[in-house]
């Protein structure tokens, strides 16, 4: 897979030369007034630089700036407290030359609000009194565990039995322990969360505790001894320690943030993000851990990096994520309830998480996606007209641009298809946290690349989605994970969606009648699994997952622990590839006519008898030979071709509109049993009605009819029609190629923007309530780039065609081909994330298709190439016959080039 990270760090780096320098100096007192008229000094000068002299800067929580804002995933309080408020900057770069930031009290290190090309560079910021108080084991006595907490180091103070933590605005009581290891600072296996609420402890010296519990009998091998260290903690998100919201092109490098009150990093509305070190991961010059010097053991209340409803690309590498008691990294767009529905065009929607609501989560042109809740199945995109929050921030009224799907409504989600970033997540170093090492939701594409993840205590990395829970959604579509050490992780598998080391666990509530997975696209590649336990990978409702090349090393680390029989568990998935399983069959085979009215709706020339009876012009007569069908189908199951598109157009009889049949249409009764023969040799028949408005002779008035009500009845009304014949099938193509203004016309229709894109979903939405999954030629791609790759629904399965014999991609650009951009398609289609089958002819050479084969191969991930098409363009009669069959031979050829390497 290849992913293009955007250079937009390196624009802000050479956007930072303009504008005006202030130099700031280490103080014994509060830096906060100092750093409020340095930014207001840059921002006066439209950019510029704040340099720190390399030292200690304290900031005073009772000083910082009171800004208004919601944050993701947290507790909401207004105002929120900010430290250094680096709000509506263009420009800036802060940098600290290996500074030391210290908040006093419960406050925000910094947020960067509603700015552009912001760089940090070259500093820590860490709390003066850490919100989680680290409880030594000192002994165990009569069924209860001594503990001794540092009084200087984390202040408290002992009240009706209670343990309460003192910081310099704040007072809380213990509400949840975890346990970690005095010797290696990763939570004691076999452990979780242990709730302590309201429990009292008993003091028995200056500043050790009786807790009325046995840590050292917690279970058969779970060993907790004296030297181990429980984290009194209470859950509350107050206060991460960074905000970056509405703002695009944002920098960190070589920042580190330690001992937070909820995530270390918060990133959300925003475009373009980069947290870099410039060393090693393991040199701790950036990222998210306790300070070495500080002696704590936990660095972050929450995630150590979370990432809500962003956009462009998230890049974190040569970071160390340690001892956070949520996930290294977290992506994902925030999905929310349909409550009811006004109005064809108007939906009325709630935020239902109390730590995520009052956001801007729409602006005005944006998509929606609709979300199925109990099935998680993704519906069409939708852009909308206006977005408004009402009542407490929970409450949000949405106006489609047209009307809503019919089969979305109350009880089922929306969220917004254009805040699907994509990600780099390379090498940093993760572990000895509390529950997973990194989550990703985003359909967006995801690199996971050179990482290593250390005594992770759940997953170490979890892909899940939900539409009734967290209403954290984003399903991946296109996902590399490879090159990364996977050491000994999901040790307490007690956590949340922690099935296996990687973990597939979308929230599904009736996954029986999930019609499609919820996740596809991915690939797990030369991966070391060094690991007591498997399975290394659950996964459920996954499509197109290829686990090879992995490398797994078993040790006796943890033998108390469960050992599984199976090292990949798979439920309710499709297309599984593993080094010792085996994949779906690629899909060889061709498209044959079964009717031809489809192109010329008239003669050209009504003169000239050749061209009145040139066989492409429409007929009012059925233009099949069934002596050269029945020859080619069998030559096709002798041959091992495995599929065949049928395109039927006015070859059968509608029931529900006889008027469109033509003398000779076959019955339905006889293609049903046509269907039969088919399946019954080997062939999966898969029906095919263009709905291209310049292939749609077939259709007779209703071609005229575009757009309209009686059209949409009557592409419904055909679709059942042909359900109703072929029975459950995997595929229907519904064609949606060449719609310009074609040449083969006298009378020409077609649609253009958004009405488009209208068509389309309607007709693959009807193609999905019968069960399959829609199939399009891709030539829109050609010239309309941006917008069918925005806009495009990854569900819909894509085939590219290229008919032509070179293959010079550059010297086809240099020569300015206008065939290039036909050949570019296959690789733009990967680039993002498509499912393919890719589409080669004999109609102009006899070499394309064989070449196609070769082409694709090496351009196209193997979990999303999904077969080959071959499309002779000939009708089904004597005069065909030989291309036709010729056509064939060369598909078999291919397969069997395919089959042995294709060397």
């Known amino acids: 897979m290849k992913i293009k990270v955007m250079m937009f760090a390196a624009l802000a780096a050479s956007a930072l030369t303009a504008g005006t320098t202030v130099r700031l100096n280490p103080g014994k007192t509060d830096a906060t007034a100092e750093f409020k008229a340095a930014i207001e000094a840059v921002r006066a000068a439209g950019g510029g630089t704040i340099e720190c002299a390399k030292g200690e800067y304290r ?17 909401q309080s207004d105002p929120h407290l900010v430290s250094i408020p680096l709000v509506g900057l263009t420009n800036v770069t802060v940098r600290g030359n290996g500074s030391v930031f210290m908040i006093d009290g419960a406050a925000i290190g910094f947020a960067v609000l509603d700015s552009s090309n912001v760089k940090l560079e070259g500093f820590a910021v860490d709390w003066t009194r850490p919100f989680i108080s680290d409880a030594v084991i000192e002994g165990f006595e009569n069924g209860k565990t001594r503990v001794g907490v540092d009084p200087v180091k984390f202040p408290h103070v002992y ?104 995530m270390g990093l918060i990133c959300q509305f925003s475009e373009n993000f980069a947290w870099r070190g410039t060393g090693r991961s393991e040199d701790r010059k950036a990222g998210v851990f306790a300070r070495k010097e500080t002696g704590r053991f936990y660095s972050a209340n929450a995630d150590a990096s979370h990432f809500s409803n962003c956009r462009g690309t998230i890049i974190e590498e040569n970071l160390l994520f340690e001892g956070m008691m949520d996930d290294a990294i977290n992506v994902h767009a925030t999905s929310v309830r349909i409550v009811g529905k006004p109005a064809p065009d108007t939906l009325k929607c709630r935020f239902m998480h109390n730590d995520a609501y009052d956001f801007e989560l729409l602006r005005p042109g944006d998509r929606v996606r609709f979300i199925k809740s109990a099935t998680l199945e993704n519906g069409p995109s939708m852009r909308i007209k206006s977005f408004a929050l009402e009542g407490d921030g929970h409450d949000i009224t949405i106006v489609t641009k047209y009307p809503v799907p019919g089969e979305f409504g109350v009880g089922d989600a929306i969220e917004n298809a254009d805040a699907m970033p994509d990600v780099v997540f390379r090498k940093n170093v993760v572990g000895r946290n509390r529950a997973r090492g990194a989550l990703f939701t985003t359909t967006g594409r995801v690199l996971i690349e050179s990482n290593v993840f250390e005594r992770v205590s759940g997953s170490a990395i979890l892909f899940s989605g939900d539409a009734q829970g967290w209403y954290e959604s984003g399903a991946i579509r296109d996902c590399v994970i490879r090159g990364n050490v996977f050491r000994n992780c999901n040790t307490s598998p007690r956590y949340q969606f922690c099935d296996g080391i990687i973990s597939f666990s979308p929230v599904v509530t009736d996954l029986a009648a999930q019609k499609r997975p919820y996740h596809r696209g991915i690939a797990i590649l030369d991966n070391v699994f060094e690991t007591f336990r498997t399975p290394l990978l ?259 399965l894509q085939s ?77 009669t004597p005069d065909c016959r030989e291309r036709i069959l010729e056509s064939i031979k060369q598909t078999v050829e291919a397969k069997k080039l395919w089959d042995e390497g294709l060397k």
């Open 538 to 796: 659950y996964a459920k409702s996954v499509e197109n997952l290829v686990f090879s090349g992995n490398r797994i090393a078993y040790n006796d680390d943890f033998t108390w622990q469960k050992t599984y029989t199976r090292e990949l568990v798979t439920e309710r998935c499709r297309n599984v590839k593993s080094d010792d399983g085996r994949a779906e069959p690629m899909l060889w085979g061709l498209l044959l006519h079964l009717g031809t009215n489809m192109w010329w709706d008239e003669p050209r020339d009504a003169e000239d008898p050749v061209d009145r009876n040139w066989t492409d012009c429409a007929k009012d007569y059925h233009l099949f030979d069934e002596k050269v069908w029945r020859e080619a189908t069998d030559a096709m199951a002798k041959g091992g071709l495995n599929y065949l598109i049928i395109d039927i157009g006015d070859g059968m009889a509608f029931p529900s509109h006889p008027e469109i049949s033509i003398k000779g249409s076959w019955s339905p009764e006889k293609l049903k049993a046509e269907v039969a023969r088919l399946r019954a040799m080997g062939i999966e028949p898969v029906p095919k009605l263009n709905f291209s408005a310049c292939h749609d002779v077939w259709m007779k008035t209703y071609a005229r009819q575009l757009s309209t009500p009686a059209y949409y009845k009557f592409c419904a009304d055909v679709i059942k029609d042909v359900f109703d014949v072929f029975g459950k099938v995997r595929f229907f193509h519904i064609g949606f190629d060449e719609e310009n203004d074609h040449p083969f016309h006298s009378y020409v229709v077609v649609r253009r923007g958004d009405l488009w894109w209208h068509d389309l979903n309607f007709l693959v939405a009807e193609v999905e309530k019968g069960g399959a999954r829609a199939w399009i030629w891709s030539d829109a791609l050609w010239n309309h780039r941006k917008e069918f790759l925005s806009r495009m629904s990854p569900n819909v």
């Open 59 to 75: 900031f005073d929580a009772v000083s910082a700036a009171k800004l208004s804002f919601k944050i993701s995933n947290h507790n």
């Open 159 to 262: 009240s009706n039995g209670c343990f309460w933590a003192v910081g310099r605005n704040w007072t809380l009581p213990v509400r949840y322990l975890v346990v970690a290891s005095g010797k290696d600072r990763a939570l004691v296996p076999g452990t979780d969360d242990f709730l302590w609420k309201g429990r009292p402890m008993e003091k028995v010296g200056v500043s050790s505790y009786l807790m009325d519990m046995d840590f050292s009998k917690l279970g058969t091998g779970v060993r907790v001894g004296v030297g181990d260290v429980i984290a009194f903690r209470s859950p509350a998100r107050t206060c991460p320690g960074s905000v970056v919201y509405r703002s695009k092109d944002t920098v960190f490098e070589d920042v580190s943030i330690h001992s937070c009150w909820g």
């Open 800 to 876: 590219n065609w290229y008919y032509y014999p070179s293959f010079d991609l550059a010297k086809m650009r240099a020569e300015r081909n206008p065939h290039a951009r036909e050949l570019e398609g296959y690789g733009i289609l990967e680039e993002h994330g498509f499912d393919q089958v890719p589409a080669g002819s004999n109609w102009d050479n006899p070499s394309n298709f064989v070449n196609t084969v070769r082409w694709c191969r090496d351009r196209i991930a193997p979990s999303r190439l999904k077969g080959f098409m071959q499309t002779p363009w000939k009708m089904t």
